[in-house]
């Protein structure tokens, strides 16, 4: 063989090809095995132009290196065929399966010149394809519809069903159900004993809520089933086609494993509702109470409760149940809407005892509710006298005439003297304990005190035999000293305080949320004037003996508003009028009143009729002065009127000094030069100063705290510690924009921010950190695989009559850390709310 060779490679030196092509064919003929003479033989073939040789030669390399699986050279002789012409579909074939794994982008391209090859000519080739494109692109839509087709025209059933299941389970993923279910029915078809295929089918219906066919298909399947996925399903279905008493038995299965199943338990309690099944729904809504608490999922059973108290329904026995739900959770606003209900289906029932119940449990809820009174005159002579007497006694109503009738004649009292233990409507002793209690709430302790003096001089001894009269001196730590002289009797008044007491309320909500001094006087003279139904409501702010450096006026519709000279000069002149009393000044006719004839020009000009007068004073300095304005008739000011505005004067007050105090904080305290924060220097002092307006305000505050350091078991990253810091920086110069007006935001630590929220509680503090959470989900750090992680301590600050603001603090301070640290020990991004202690006002 070598001398052909060898005489064949002189021949291609003297340019003879034809003689060494012929000495290469007899060196071959020698040694068949030897592929390197093949490829020779082939390249003289090609550069003698003999194609159907060299197709022959390059051929026999092909399936040569093939048979012993050499991708790499099968592959080169297949693409020098390639270039010589159509190349045979099996060939094709064969080296896509030797390049599969290594080369899967050109295996497919393989495969697909099969396909064109072939052209359905070779349907068993064709299939052969197509299931290897399925492996090589398994999200192929098209591969997989041609995958069924083929099979299914060879009669492979098994193949073309797992096709069809495969495409409707592509369709489904796209969200075109309709055809998803039309690939998984023909699946069905083709394989109804494979419980996969009818799975996959039921699972197609519930997505696109054809759940009558979820139960046909999954409901036959025989025995109860452990399969969860099945459960599930059917459960839904038989949920959604409203039959709650098949699906309940099948959530309670699967409760066991899936906890958020509570969620569907609750819905079937509210479809027994709809379906008026009373029974059902109350065992239901029983067992699932049961099962949060012996699990210990408070908050779980807490949002129950809340979901429970959103759902309109007329059934006693649930109102029953939900009463006392809400009432083992201290739940005041639901179990109020409850009761109310309640009340009004007894008394339709005519049960009118348990009516009677339900009213004496409001009233321990609210006993200034002003609905109670309306209730309880629904009661009158259905129940015993003396239950109905009780409870007029708690609301503070005067028996009935018909009881008066009935009452036992006494003795005429002494001249000079009240009754010793009056209650009801117009007696002055529940007007004085009302005006107290309303300057108790409000820590008025001045005005408080001066009305305890009065009762007590008015009412002597009267603690000894009116509990009420005891505990409120108690509260007050008031001890009446007596004297001999037999107390002056008095005019009943007959305003009843309550519906001032909610007024009062009302404003103060809204004075405690402004954040400017304007406001705070737009809000009070605007709630005042429209409660108080004034033709005008003036709030200045003043020194006395000068003009108001600010003045804010309400004007009734149709009354015109005043002049800015004459508002001035009137502001100016009241102020220098009351400066040296505390009291209000009260005229009910203005052109009658001796200490007016100064302003009578002023006060004629602006068609003034009544007026009251209140200083504004900040401990003794007075500060501005409120003024109440009736126009065109005169009014006459009722005393527990004047009381709830004088209570709502020192809120004015209070709540500008908490305005301007806030506003100096964030002036004085120095701020981070590139964050624009304010330093952690500013944290005590500001929330200091929040807990004094938490406590002048009866309000709430609220802390949190911002973590953006990787969690320990993270290992550190090349350059992680600068982008970190400009993560950081990028999100604290645009928190503040996501705040509100009243909320301060603090640079903690080099990787961490405090947020200071007045008037928020805990859970809503956690709302708050959510929404600012997804300002970080949108921001990704260089080289991190998702977003920054944020880990959150939220606490709410305790509401204690015995701590101190600096106690209060501390204990905040404490829980934060505290709730900081315990979300740290997640790798993930986690939100951490430690409760306040139990002790609360």
Not at 106 to 135: F, M
Not at 483 to 512: C, F, G, H, K, W
Not at 535 to 557: D, F, H, Q
Request: charged share 25%; hydrophobic share 40%.
């Amino acid at each position: 063989m070598n001398k052909h060779i060898e005489k064949a490679e002189r021949f291609l030196q003297k340019g003879k090809m034809e003689a060494a092509l012929e000495e290469y064919l007899l060196a071959w003929k020698e040694d068949s095995t030897n592929n390197a003479v093949v490829q020779t033989v082939a390249d003289l073939y090609q550069r003698l132009n003999k194609v159907n040789e060299t197709r022959q030669c390059y051929g026999y390399l092909f399936d040569q290196y093939a048979e012993k699986s050499d991708g790499t050279r099968a592959t080169e002789f297949l693409r020098k065929l390639q270039r010589l012409g159509p190349v045979e579909p099996n060939r094709l074939l064969r080296c896509a399966q030797l390049v599969e794994v290594t080369k899967p982008a050109e295996a497919i391209e393989y495969y697909q010149q099969v396909l064109q090859a072939s052209s359905g000519q070779t349907p068993e080739l064709t299939l052969q394809c197509l299931q290897s494109l399925a492996r090589l692109q398994p999200t192929s839509l098209e591969i997989q519809v041609r995958t069924a087709a083929v099979a299914l025209k060879l009669g492979n059933t098994a193949l073309a069903a797992s096709a069809y299941q495969k495409v409707g389970e592509l369709r489904s993923a796209e969200g075109r159900y309709v055809e998803a279910i039309e690939a998984l029915e023909e699946a069905h078809r083709l394989s109804k004993e494979n419980p996969a295929s009818r799975l996959a089918l039921a699972t197609a219906c519930a997505k696109a809520g054809r759940f009558a066919r979820v139960i046909e298909l999954l409901s036959p399947a025989g025995s109860p089933t452990d399969n969860q996925e099945i459960l599930g399903l059917l459960a839904q279905a038989y949920l959604s086609e409203k039959q709650p008493q098949k699906a309940e038995p099948l959530y309670w299965r699967l409760l066991k494993t899936s906890p958020e199943t509570i969620q569907s338990l609750m819905e079937i309690a509210m479809e027994y509702l709809r379906q008026w099944e009373i029974s059902p729904a109350l065992e239901t809504l029983q067992k699932i109470d049961r099962h949060l608490a012996a699990t210990g999922r408070q908050k779980e059973l807490i949002a129950f409760a809340e979901k429970l108290s959103l759902i309109e329904h007329t059934a006693i026995p649930i109102l029953e149940y939900s009463s006392q739900l809400f009432d083992r959770l201290h739940l005041d606003t639901p179990l109020s809407t409850s009761l109310y209900r309640l009340f009004d289906l007894y008394v339709a029932a005519d049960e009118f005892p348990k009516a009677a119940d339900v009213l004496e449990r409001l009233t321990t809820i609210d006993p200034y509710d002003p609905g109670s009174s309306s209730k309880l005159d629904r009661l009158e002579g259905k129940i015993e006298r003396g239950m109905w007497n009780e409870l007029a006694s708690r609301l503070g109503k005067t028996p009935s005439i018909s009881d008066a009738f009935e009452a036992k004649p006494t003795e005429p009292e002494e001249a000079g003297t009240e009754p010793a233990s009056r209650t009801g409507e117009g007696n002055p002793l529940t007007d004085l304990v009302l005006q107290t209690e309303i300057f108790l709430q409000y820590n008025l302790a001045d005005k408080a005190r001066e009305r305890l003096e009065r009762i007590a001089k008015l009412f002597p001894h009267e603690e000894e035999k009116n509990d009420e009269v005891r505990q409120l001196y108690e509260r007050a730590r008031f001890k009446p000293s007596y004297t001999a002289s037999p107390a002056p009797q008095v005019v009943a008044e007959s305003q009843d305080i309550r519906t001032y007491l909610n007024r009062v309320s009302e404003v103060s909500r809204n004075l405690s949320r402004q954040s400017t001094v304007k406001g705070v006087l737009t809000t009070a003279v605007n709630d005042i004037g429209r409660l108080w139904q004034l033709s005008r409501c003036v709030a200045g702010l003043a020194t006395p003996n000068r003009p108001p450096a600010m003045a804010m006026e309400y004007i009734a519709p149709g009354i015109s508003p005043s002049d800015a000279t004459l508002l001035g000069k009137l502001v100016m002149g009241l102020q220098q009028i009351i400066a040296n009393q505390n009291s209000p000044m009260i005229a009910e006719n203005v052109s009658q009143a001796p200490q007016l004839a100064a302003l009578q020009a002023p006060l004629s000009a602006l068609q003034v009729q009544s007026l009251v007068a209140i200083p504004l004073r900040d401990g003794e300095q007075m500060i501005g002065i409120l003024v109440l304005e009736q126009c065109g008739e005169s009014r006459a000011w009722k005393s527990n009127a004047l009381a709830g505005l004088e209570a709502l004067a020192e809120q004015i007050v209070m709540a500008v000094a908490n305005v301007r105090l806030r506003n100096m904080m964030k002036t004085l305290a120095v701020t981070d030069e590139e964050s624009g924060l304010l330093h952690r220097e500013s944290y005590l002092p500001c929330l200091l100063s929040e807990a004094e307006r938490m406590r002048t305000q009866k309000s709430t505050l609220s802390g949190a705290i911002l973590d953006f350091s990787p969690a320990k078991q993270a290992p550190p990253k090349p350059g992680g510690e600068q982008s970190l810091d400009a993560l950081v920086l990028e999100f604290s110069n645009t928190v503040v924009s996501h705040l509100r007006q009243n909320d301060i935001a603090l640079k903690y630590a080099s990787h961490s921010l405090a947020l200071i929220l007045p008037g928020t509680t805990g859970k809503d503090a956690v709302a708050v950190v959510e929404k600012l959470r997804k300002l970080t989900a949108a921001r990704k750090r260089p080289g991190a695989d998702g977003p920054p992680r944020m880990v959150v301590g939220v606490a709410e600050a305790i509401r204690s009559e015995n701590m101190d603001n600096a106690d209060i603090i501390t204990e905040l301070i404490n829980r934060l850390e505290s709730a900081l640290e315990t979300a740290q020990q997640d790798e993930g991004n986690v939100t951490k709310l430690l409760d306040p202690p139990g002790v609360r006002l």
